[in-house]
């Protein structure tokens, strides 16, 4: 579940987008410059932020123009300043210019992640409870986006619904309460008596939290409660199971229901609602290589 995605997902993640954004006639504009020009541009950032996407920024001029070099100064989960030069891409001006777009749309949106999730880990960090992500992510980059999290300081929810078994309540609502929805999994998963599936129950109720204890069901999600029912719970919980917060938390909320002795807050937000951080590439050195080959 907390793995870097794999380089053949990165490698199709990049190919489709830039399949489309170079469409059936590709860059339509490059064309103006000379085929023997090459550039060095510097990546730089104008923000302060946590840096997320190289993998994805490589593989972006990597398919376009194997020749083209990025050279790093910083690595993934580093803070950098605004105005800092975190990178040089030299080649090929028209391969650089037709790829620029695609490589800073990865490393933005993965910046972005990367860098709210920073945040709410910076407001937690004199509690010792963890902030998650949540499967609210943008189709086909869900384990792009959980990556970028890590690098933000948080930490992974299920990758999908293959991984764990997580009791919503639509689930309860339809089998007819907590107690029940319990007794069904454990029927359909005895054969997983080992553990290979971790089980958590969402509750939004402190009658429906001690049900779940009494069900002997060790990690409970408190949905959209209230911060003082979420410290009741901690109180009748009493440590028996690992407690999480889940629903509508935010920055100016977060420290508060940390110091409830909870143990996670998951966030949707961290990858669903995306402030991309601010990156442009400009040009440093042009020149045309006489030696090179007409493309």
Known sequence: MKRFPFSHEIHNQVSLALMEDW???????SILVSSSSVVCVELIVNEHATLCGQQWFDTSFFQVDPSVRVKWFFNDGDTIL??????????????????ERVALNFLQMLSGVATRTSKFVSLVKHTKCQIL???KTIPGLRLAQKYAVRCGGGENHRSGLYDMILIKDNH???VGGVT?????????????SSGLFPVMIEVDTL?????????????IMLDNME?????????????????????????????SYAETGVDRISIGALTKSIVAVDFSLQVRVSHVNSSATTR
């Open 207 to 219: 009658e429906q939290l001690r049900e779940a204890l009494s069900c002997g069901i060790d990690m």
């Open 172 to 174: 309860i609502n339809a």
């Open 180 to 192: 029940e929805a319990y007794n069904r999994i454990k029927k359909e998963h005895r054969f997983h």
């Open 227 to 255: 911060l003082s029912c979420v410290r009741e719970a901690v109180k009748i919980n009493d440590g028996r199971a690992v407690l999480e917060v889940s629903g509508g938390i935010t920055e100016n909320t977060v420290s």
């Open 82 to 99: 605004p105005g800092t030069i975190v990178a040089e891409v030299c080649g090929c001006a028209r391969s650089v210019f037709s790829t």
């Open 23 to 29: 469409g059936s006639e590709g860059d339509l504009t």
């Open 133 to 135: 992500d949540s499967r």
